[in-house]
């Protein structure tokens, strides 16, 4: 459902990059170059898995309890990679090295310690080290789970690598602490042409890029002018509508009428803000997924970025993010019959609404979701 258009919007880039040469993501399943395939052993596909902190754990076992029951080929390099503790960055390195080994991953949210003595986020680290650039949301109301507005159905397409989000931040002088924020002409442009790439092969109507150009003159509107040059010169024949929105009005339009947005484009702070409130509008984060693709690798993970410490080890976490994120990930290596099982199944486990978990309303438990999707496969 959701990952066929992820899929999509890949396959378009791939081919547009041939005519453009430009660096833009590619979908692993499809790439000739076998230096670039997803390693494959046996049969089978060997992907890198971090269950991450929270209920990542939890929920990274319901995966691969489901995986086992369906016998898809996949094995796991799982690396039990904890934000919270101190030292570990030995064995973040060897997530990295599996991951580039891989060309795939599966993961959950690493914790960020706020305090100025911790470590830089790894969930940043990933990202920017690997290049994955293109971070995809999809905020889609889910048949049988009525929320306050119906009929919801947005992309979120954000630059992952630059912005505020580069990392680069110093003291200056005593209490006085500069934050750069990195916008180039180059990665702009390679989002803006993953979103409308993306648009096309989804048969969406409209791409609204985010912004805050009206205050950020130069950063912002360095991204603003490039995903307009770009929408005229290079998609102006497609018939898709480009339009612009600045960031705070998009916060407000995003809960009185979020039916009006189709693609939105934006670097990297405001789109993890905007996916949070995507994420409010249809469910929460239990329940949306998310990915991220480069030239190279793609990595699948909750669109939604909560570790869920407050829920950590009582049962209760709502698996559906993951497992969604799991069957983009299949679709990603072509394994098209069990990814459509698996969201199939689970689509219509939570329209039929007898097994629930506290976060949709219900009592059920992460094993009772788990078990009820099992046996619906079988």
Not at 76 to 81: H, I, R, S, T
Not at 84 to 99: I, K, N, R, W
Not at 116 to 131: E, K, P, Y
Not at 209 to 237: P, W
């Amino acid at each position: 459902m959701l990952s066929n258009s992820l899929r999509s919007s890949v396959g378009s880039a791939m081919r547009t990059a041939a005519v453009r040469r430009v660096p833009v993501a590619r979908s692993m399943a499809t790439i000739a170059d076998e230096k670039r395939l997803p390693a494959k052993f046996g049969g089978k596909y060997t992907v890198t898995l971090v269950p991450g902190d929270g209920i990542g754990k939890e929920v990274a076992d319901s995966v691969k309890e489901i995986f086992d029951a369906l016998k898809v080929p996949v094995q796991w390099e799982q690396y039990d990679v904890s934000g919270e503790t101190t030292g570990g960055d030995e064995l973040f390195q060897e997530a990295m090295e599996s991951l580039k080994r891989n060309k795939v991953g599966l993961k959950g949210i690493l914790y960020t310690p706020i305090d100025q003595t911790g470590h830089n986020s790894w969930n940043v680290a990933m990202r920017q080290q690997l290049d994955i650039y293109a971070s995809v949301v999809v905020c889609k109301s889910l048949p049988g789970f009525p929320t306050r507005h119906d009929n919801v159905d947005f992309a979120i397409i954000r630059e992952n690598t630059e912005g505020e989000y580069s990392g680069l931040e110093h003291q200056s002088f005593p209490g006085v602490v500069e934050s750069l924020k990195v916008s180039t002409r180059a990665k702009a442009e390679r989002i803006a042409r993953f979103a409308f790439d993306f648009a096309i092969k989804n048969n969406r109507k409209k791409v609204t890029c985010v912004h805050k150009a009206n205050i950020m003159k130069l950063g912002d509107g360095l991204f603003l002018n490039t995903c307009k040059r770009i929408a005229e010169q290079e998609y102006g024949h497609t018939g898709i509508k480009f339009d612009s929105m600045i960031v705070d009005n998009t916060a407000m339009q995003l809960v009185s009428k979020p039916q009006q947005f189709d693609v939105m484009v934006m670097p990297n702070l405001y789109g993890t803000i905007c996916a949070n409130i995507g994420s409010a509008l249809v469910g929460g984060p239990g329940i949306t997924p998310g990915c991220n693709f480069g030239r190279e690798y793609a990595l699948f993970e909750p669109g939604c970025r909560h570790v869920g410490k407050d829920i950590m080890g009582t049962n209760k976490a709502n698996p559906t993010a993951l497992i969604l994120s799991a069957t983009m990930m299949l679709r990603h290596l072509g394994l098209e019959s069990q990814a459509n099982l698996i969201a199939g199944a689970t689509y219509d486990l939570v329209k039929e609404g007898k097994i629930r978990t506290a976060d949709l309303g219900g009592q059920a438990t992460t094993t009772d979701f788990t078990k009820a999707l099992v046996n619906r496969l079988m």
